[in-house]
């Protein structure tokens, strides 16, 4: 029986391998991931410097505890090298076998997603795995701006474990309090703002939009003295965070002695840091999709089967675009997991088929882990016609405000809550009107999907 080959071993890999799991204790699982395969919780990496937890802590399980757990064969530090969909294999090589030049190349490959150059096959010992079907969770890649100055690549991000060690160790390596410059002020950049303002560090923000959160919160408020986005921004203030907010930074350049790093804006103010943090966004990875052949648009294009172009090949998580859409989120990674397990455990090695299984996403509120002030919201669908008003403000005692996004009609399609108000998200999220055609619409439930797979 040939295996169910899951390609990453962040939470889509394996939430889905759970949920394949208690469909199916039978068939081969083999997982390969490039990292050490520890299992833990992303969100917590921009929550736990506050509470001095080390990137040991938020381990839940190494990769030999995930292999008992899944009844499965987990190979880490493997590279992918590449894909044959007709052969249904895929070839990997051990990375810590590797010469360490080569090692080198092919880490810096998976730091930009892109694809391996001839000479990694030619001197790795290449493993080929033959699988019935295979699982892309190969997650996203921090987007890299293109900033001048002879400091350039003291520029770190915060996407997995390694990073997050990494990042801990600058920190206790600076002078207390740590001057650190984060570059974008939306989610993930907040979080950390809030994080290391509460762990004692001196924290700047700089964003080229004129607010926090841009992308998730209103940018005007009608009706309301302050939209939720001023009053995170005072209230992440209020515990020591700077904004430069429509500023964007030109160049970074070592100080003289070298031990500070000098940041010019675009208006030339300069600010002097220790480390800066860039949190400008995600990119799918896609170069080895694409490389073998399968389709990509902004991530690795998938039907609402989770099927991408190329028969019994699926994509979960941060590297999919399900439907058109990016979904760089925990739960449709877990909602998505669920149909997609139904769809790999119905596979026939007889007729070689599935019954594919649609996913359905209900609602998903993203709740912004700034205890500041702590921020729930829920995007209207892309596109959706309509206008934020203020339901409830915040009063001189209380930061909750209450904002609905809704349609012409008056129909509720999205919400954006702050600090107590966020008591009421379950009660929104019942009220929220599914317009019919919305990719995330309850209404959106089918029990098929044409495709390849
Ligand atoms: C700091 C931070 C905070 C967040 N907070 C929240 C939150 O509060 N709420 C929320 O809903 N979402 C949050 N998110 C988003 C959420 O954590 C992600 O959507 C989710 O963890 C993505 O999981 P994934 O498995 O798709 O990707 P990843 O966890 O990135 O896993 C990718 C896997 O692919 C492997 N891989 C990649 N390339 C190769 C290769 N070539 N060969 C072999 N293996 C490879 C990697 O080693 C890894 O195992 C946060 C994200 C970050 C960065």
Redesign the pocket.
């Known amino acids: 029986m040939k295996p169910l080959l899951i390609?990453?071993?962040?939470?889509?890999?394996y939430t889905l391998a759970r949920e394949f799991r208690k469909l199916d204790q039978t068939r081969p699982l083999v997982l390969?991931?490039?990292?050490d395969g520890s299992a833990y919780a992303?969100?917590n990496?921009?929550n736990a410097l506050a509470t001095d937890r080390s990137a040991e802590a938020l381990v839940q399980s190494d990769a030999a505890g995930m292999a008992t757990q899944l009844q499965a064969r987990v190979l880490t530090r493997?590279?992918?090298i590449a894909i044959n969909t007709e052969a249904r294999q895929v070839h990997v090589a051990p990375i810590d076998d590797l010469r360490d030049d080569i090692r080198e190349d092919i880490r810096e490959d998976?730091r930009q997603g892109t694809q391996k150059d001839a000479a990694c096959a030619t001197h790795a010992p290449v493993e080929i795995i033959d699988y019935a079907q295979l699982v892309l969770?190969?997650?996203?890649e921090p987007l890299r701006l293109p900033i001048a100055g002879n400091a350039a690549d003291h520029i770190r991000s915060?996407?997995?474990l390694e990073d997050y060690r990494a990042f801990r160790d600058a920190l206790s390596r600076c002078t207390a309090p740590a001057r650190v410059a984060i570059l974008g002020g939306g989610?993930?950049g907040c979080?950390f703002a809030n994080d290391l303002a509460i762990a004692g560090h001196a924290v700047q923000v700089i964003d080229i939009a004129p607010q926090a959160l841009g992308r998730l919160l209103p940018s005007d408020l009608p009706g309301a003295v302050r939209g939720p986005a001023q009053a995170l921004q005072q209230a992440l203030q209020q515990t020591g965070v700077q904004w430069h907010l429509g500023r964007s930074l030109k160049t970074i350049q070592h100080s003289a002695t070298a031990s500070t790093l000098e940041l010019q804006l675009d208006n030339g103010d300069s600010l002097e840091a220790d480390l800066v943090l860039s949190a400008v966004g995600l990119a799918p990875?896609t170069a080895?999709a694409a490389s073998a052949g399968l389709q990509i648009g902004r991530g690795i294009v998938t039907n609402q089967c989770l099927q991408t172009s190329a028969r019994h090949v699926y994509a979960l998580?941060?590297?999919a675009e399900v439907n058109g859409m990016l979904l760089?989120?925990?739960?449709p990674?877990m909602h998505g997991a669920r149909a997609l397990a139904a769809t790999l455990a119905s596979y026939q090695d007889t007729n070689d088929s599935v019954q594919a299984q649609s996913v359905h996403y209900p609602p998903m509120p993203?709740?912004v882990?700034t205890p500041a002030l702590p921020i729930t919201v829920c995007s209207p669908a892309m596109g959706s016609a309509g206008a934020w008003v203020a339901a409830s403000t915040a009063n001189a005692d209380t930061n909750a405000i209450e904002a609905h996004f809704l349609s012409p009609e008056g129909k509720l399609l999205g919400f954006a809550l702050t600090g107590t108000a966020c008591s009421r998200r379950s009660a929104l999220v019942r009220a929220l009107v599914l317009l019919p055609g919305d990719a995330l619409s309850s209404s959106d439930v089918r029990s098929g999907c044409s495709g390849p797979g």
């Open positions: 390609l990453g071993t962040g939470l889509a890999g390969v991931t490039a990292d992303k969100p990496l921009s493997y590279r992918v998976i969770a190969l997650g996203a915060v996407n997995d989610l993930i979080e990875r080895l998580g941060d590297c760089p989120y925990v739960m990674i993203v709740s882990k």
